[in-house]
C-alpha cells in the first residue's frame, strides 16, 4: 500500500456537514452483490485481449528497442495491463484455492496480464512471532494463487521487501512504517541479511502448485528490490514534530563520504561558505541538515551522498538476486521524481515509478483531499513520472490512481492509459486492495465500505480500469512518433534544493510527444531539452519540432492558451475547459465538464450533459472499428459515494465517516449523437456484472439518443450499442 497512507494530516476544526446534494434522488443505490463477470459478456475481454501461455518463449524481457516483449519477439512491444495484489487482513488477505481460480480467472476476464504483489511479507509473518516463521496457511495460498494466475496467462511482479518490519518476528503494525529497515538496507550489513534470507525463503524456495521456485519461474517479470526506498523519502515518511528530518544513523556514513571529497575542514567550510563552530571533518562531527527543505551547499552533498549510496546498494541487492539465479528484470526507487532520485535509477535496468493525483493521508476522521482535477492541472501526476523515466528502458508504472473520494476521479481511467500509451510505457498498474471485487459485502473493514486506495468497489475506478484495457493493453491510442530527451549530465545537475524536479513548464511536452531521461553525451543534434533547464523554453521546443516537420505544421498545441495536443493527433487536453479528448479508429472517449459541451468527436458527439463525467465509445468487433463495427460498450461514468458518507466541510475535502454499503451513483445523463446509421439499432444497459439488460433505446438510420443511468434496473457505468441488420 502506498506509503503515505499512513502520515497524519492535520484537518482544520471544520463543523460537520453532510454532503450537500440536489436532490435525494441525485444518488441512486447500485443494486448488484455479484461482480463476477459473465463469460461472453462485453465486458468479457479473454478474446479481444487474450493471454498467452507463459513459457520460455513467451517470457517477457528488456527487448532491443527497451520496451519490455516477449523472448520470442525482442522487436515487438508488449502493453501490460496490471492488477495490484496488495491484500491485508483488513482487505480479506489472500484468497483460498476455489477463491483464487475464480479471482486468477476474471482477472484474465477483465483484461489484465500480469499482477503486482505487495506486501507479501506483511500477509506471511502477520501474528507471528519468531523471524521467518511465516504462516503456513498463507504461504500456501500466495502459491496457489501465483499458480492460479501463471495458468490464467497473468505474470508476477514482486516487491522484495514492502513492509517496514521485513520478517522480523514480534511485531503487529507491518503495514504502518515503524522500525527503519528500509533505510538501514541501504547502511547495515545485517539489514542486508535478513533482506537476502526474506529473498531466499520466499522467492528461492520450491512452489509445490507450479513444481518450480518463483525466482527461476517464466511468470515473474519484475522484482522490485524494496518499495519505495528512496532514502529522503523514508525520512520524509518517519518526519515526527521535534524530530530531526535524518536519521541519526546517517551521521556517520555522510561524514565518512565527505571526508573522502574534500581534504580538510577548511576546504569543506569554503564549499560551503561556514561550518558550525563544533563541526570538524577530521573527527566526524559534521551535521546532518537540520531542515529538509532549506537549499544549501550542504543539502546538496548531502543529494550526491544519497546518489552514491543508493545505488551502491541497489547493485548489491540486484547482484544477491542473479546469484540465486533470477534472470527477470530488476528495479527498485519507484517513488520520489526528483533530481537525485532520477541518479539513482539511471543505473538500473528497468525503471518503476508511483504517482497519485490528490494524494490522501489516511482512512481517519479528518483526512482530507484538495478536490481538484487532474486534467485543470494537465495531468500533473503523469507528467511528474513522465519526467522520471529514462529513455532506453522499460518503464513500469508500479502504483498509481485518482483517488477516491475526488469528484473528478471519472479523468483518471483516460488521462492515465491515453497518455502511457502515448509515452509508450510498458506497464500500468492501478493501486488497490485487488482491482476487482468478486462481490460486494464481503466481512471485512476495507470491504465495507469504498476507500482510497481501494479501487475494487468503485464503480467509477472499474469504469476507468475497463477503458484503460482498451486504450492502453488493446493498443488503441498510439505511441508517439517523437521523442524529446531531457538531457542528464550526472551529478552536477544537483542543486540545493533536495526536493527539486524537473519543471513543471517543461514536462508539459509529455502532453505532446514522449518525454525522458537521456545521458548528455548521448543526445547529439536532437531537439531536446538540455542543460541547464531555466533555458528552455517548452513553446520554442513545439516550434522547433514543427520546423523540422518532427511535429505536423497544423498541430493545436498552444501552451500559452493550455491546450495540448499529441503528436499523433489523437488526444487533446484542454486546461481551462476541463476536458479531455481522444479519438481513435478503435475507441472515443471525452472527460468534460458540462459547460464545456458540446465536444464532437470523430464518430461520437457529446451535445450537452447533466453534469460532469467521462464517456466513451469502443469496438467490441474484431477488428476494432468504431467506422466499420457493428458492437460498441458505450461508458458513461460520474461519481459515487457510499451511504451515509459525510464531511465536516461544504467543499467535500475533509472526511468525517465513510458511511457504508451499498454504494451510490451519482445521477447523470448525456445526449449523444453517432456519426453512423443503421437499418436498426439498439442499446441495452449493461450490469457491473457484464449481464445484458433489455434495450432501453431502439431507432432506424442516425443513430442519437439521450443516456442517463438512472434505469429500472439500477444504475450502471455500461451499455452495448448494437448495429443490426434490417
Same mark, same amino acid.
Given at each position: 500500500m502506498k506509503a503515505g497512507v499512513w502520515l497524519a494530516l492535520a484537518g482544520a476544526a471544520l463543523s460537520l456537514a453532510s454532503a450537500p446534494t440536489k436532490a435525494d434522488e441525485?444518488?441512486?443505490?447500485?443494486?448488484?452483490?455479484?461482480?463476477?463477470?459473465?463469460?461472453?459478456?462485453?465486458?468479457?475481454?479473454?478474446?479481444i485481449l487474450p493471454n498467452p501461455k507463459i513459457d520460455t518463449g513467451n517470457r517477457l524481457i528488456a527487448g532491443s528497442n527497451g520496451r519490455l516483449t516477449f523472448a520470442k519477439a525482442p522487436d515487438t512491444p508488449a502493453r501490460l495491463s496490471c492488477a495490484s495484489l496488495a491484500w491485508s487482513p483488513a482487505s480479506g488477505g489472500f484468497p483460498d484455492r476455489a477463491g483464487a481460480d475464480r479471482y486468477a480467472r476474471q482477472l484474465a476476464l477483465h483484461g489484465y496480464n500480469i499482477a503486482r504483489l505487495h506486501f507479501v511479507d506483511g500477509s506471511l509473518m502477520f501474528g507471528r512471532k519468531t523471524d521467518f516463521d511465516f504462516d503456513p496457511e498463507t504461504l500456501d495460498r500466495i502459491h496457489y494463487l501465483l499458480a492460479a494466475l501463471k495458468r490464467n496467462g497473468i505474470y508476477w511482479m514482486i516487491d522484495g521487501l514492502s513492509s517496514w518490519r521485513g520478517a522480523y518476528g514480534g511485531y503487529d503494525d507491518r503495514w504502518d512504517p515503524g522500525g527503519n529497515l528500509k533505510?538501514?538496507?541501504?547502511?547495515?550489513?545485517?539489514?542486508f541479511t535478513h533482506w537476502k534470507s526474506f529473498t531466499e525463503k520466499f522467492l528461492a524456495r520450491v512452489n509445490p502448485h507450479t513444481g518450480i521456485a518463483p525466482i527461476h519461474d517464466d511468470a515473474l517479470t519484475l522484482v522490485i528490490l524494496v518499495n519505495e526506498n528512496n532514502i529522503e523519502f523514508e525520512s520524509v515518511v518517519h518526519d515526527r514534530p521535534g524530530k530531526p528530518p535524518y536519521d541519526a544513523m546517517l551521521a556517520a556514513p555522510f561524514n565518512r563520504w565527505l571526508a573522502k571529497r574534500y581534504a580538510s575542514t577548511a576546504v569543506l567550510s569554503k564549499a560551503w561558505g561556514g561550518l558550525g563552530w563544533t563541526e570538524k571533518l577530521e573527527n566526524g562531527s559534521?551535521?546532518?541538515?537540520?531542515?529538509?527543505?532549506?537549499?544549501?551547499?550542504?543539502?546538496?552533498?548531502?543529494?550526491?551522498?544519497?546518489?552514491?549510496?543508493? #545505488?551502491t546498494s541497489a547493485n548489491k541487492m540486484s547482484q544477491a538476486l542473479r546469484v540465486l539465479g533470477y534472470k527477470g528484470l530488476i528495479s527498485t526507487y519507484n517513488n520520489w521524481p526528483t533530481i537525485q532520485a532520477a541518479l539513482s535509477r539511471r543505473s538500473l535496468e528497468a525503471v518503476t515509478a508511483n504517482t497519485y493525483h490528490d494524494w490522501v493521508g489516511g482512512y481517519a476522521p479528518g483526512s482530507k483531499l484538495l478536490q481538484q482535477s487532474s486534467v485543470a492541472d494537465g495531468a500533473n501526476s503523469m507528467r511528474m513520472i513522465a519526467a522520471a523515466r529514462w529513455l532506453g528502458k522499460p518503464f513500469i508504472v508500479s502504483e498509481y490512481d485518482h483517488l477516491f473520494w475526488n469528484r473528478y476521479r471519472y479523468e483518471g481511467g483516460l488521462v492515465f492509459p491515453a497518455y502511457a500509451a502515448l509515452q509508450g510505457w510498458d506497464v500500468l498498474c492501478r493501486h488497490g486492495h485487488g482491482p476487482i471485487a468478486l462481490a460486494y459485502g464481503e466481512p471485512y473493514p476495507h470491504k465495507r465500505a469504498m476507500l482510497p486506495y481501494a479501487i475494487a468497489l468503485d464503480p467509477v475506478a472499474r469504469a476507468g480500469e475497463t477503458l484503460s484495457a482498451l486504450l492502453f493493453r488493446r493498443g488503441d491510442v498510439s505511441t508517439s512518433r517523437i521523442t524529446i530527451p531531457f538531457?542528464?549530465?550526472?551529478?552536477?545537475?544537483?542543486?540545493?534544493?533536495?526536493?527539486? /524536479?524537473?519543471?513543471?513548464?517543461?514536462?508539459?511536452?509529455?502532453?505532446?510527444?514522449?518525454? %525522458?531521461?537521456?545521458?548528455?553525451?548521448?543526445?547529439?543534434?536532437?531537439?531536446?531539452?538540455?542543460?541547464?533547464?531555466?533555458?528552455? /523554453?517548452?513553446?520554442?521546443?513545439?516550434?522547433?519540432?514543427?520546423t523540422s516537420g518532427a511535429l505536423p505544421q497544423g498541430n493545436a498545441t498552444d501552451i500559452a492558451a493550455g491546450l495540448y495536443q499529441s503528436d499523433t493527433g489523437e488526444i487533446v487536453l484542454n486546461r481551462p475547459k476541463r476536458e479531455l479528448r481522444v479519438s481513435t479508429p478503435a475507441t472515443e472517449a471525452v472527460a468534460f465538464s458540462s459547460q464545456s459541451l458540446p465536444a464532437r468527436l470523430g464518430t461520437m458527439s457529446v451535445e450537452a450533459a447533466e453534469g460532469d463525467g467521462l464517456v466513451a465509445l469502443a469496438s467490441l468487433d474484431k477488428p476494432a472499428s468504431l467506422a466499420k463495427g457493428s458492437r460498441f460498450l458505450l461508458i458513461?461514468? #460520474?461519481?459515487?459515494?457510499? #451511504? %451515509?458518507?459525510?464531511? /465536516?466541510?461544504?467543499?467535500?475535502?475533509?472526511?468525517?465517516?465513510?458511511?457504508?454499503?451499498?454504494?451510490?451513483?451519482?445521477? %447523470?445523463?448525456?445526449?449523444?449523437?453517432?456519426? /453512423?446509421?443503421?437499418?436498426?439499432w439498439q442499446l441495452s444497459p449493461v450490469s457491473l456484472d457484464g449481464t445484458v439488460k433489455p434495450p432501453i433505446t431502439r431507432g432506424a438510420g442516425p443513430i442519437s439518443f439521450r443516456l442517463s443511468n438512472d434505469l429500472p434496473t439500477g444504475p450502471t457505468t455500461y451499455f452495448l450499442l448494437e448495429l443490426l441488420e434490417s
Open positions: 441525485q444518488w441512486l443505490p447500485v443494486r448488484e452483490i455479484s461482480l463476477e463477470l459473465r463469460a461472453g459478456s462485453p465486458l468479457d475481454f479473454s478474446s533505510l538501514a538496507l541501504h547502511l547495515e550489513d545485517a539489514a559534521i551535521a546532518l541538515p537540520v531542515d529538509r527543505y532549506a537549499d544549501s551547499p550542504r543539502m546538496r552533498d548531502l543529494q550526491a551522498f544519497f546518489t552514491e549510496v543508493e #545505488t538531457a542528464v549530465r550526472g551529478e552536477e545537475d544537483l542543486g540545493r534544493d533536495m526536493q527539486a /524536479r524537473e519543471p513543471e513548464n517543461l514536462t508539459d511536452l509529455a502532453l505532446v510527444g514522449r518525454i %525522458g531521461l537521456q545521458a548528455a553525451d548521448r543526445i547529439g543534434e536532437q531537439i531536446a531539452v538540455l542543460q541547464p533547464r531555466d533555458a528552455n /523554453r517548452a513553446a520554442a521546443i513545439i516550434d522547433r519540432l514543427k458513461f461514468a #460520474t461519481d459515487a459515494r457510499n #451511504t %451515509g458518507m459525510t464531511f /465536516r466541510d461544504r467543499q467535500e475535502k475533509v472526511i468525517e465517516d465513510f458511511g457504508r454499503l451499498p454504494v451510490l451513483i451519482r445521477k %447523470g445523463q448525456v445526449d449523444l449523437r453517432i456519426n /453512423r446509421t443503421a437499418p436498426r
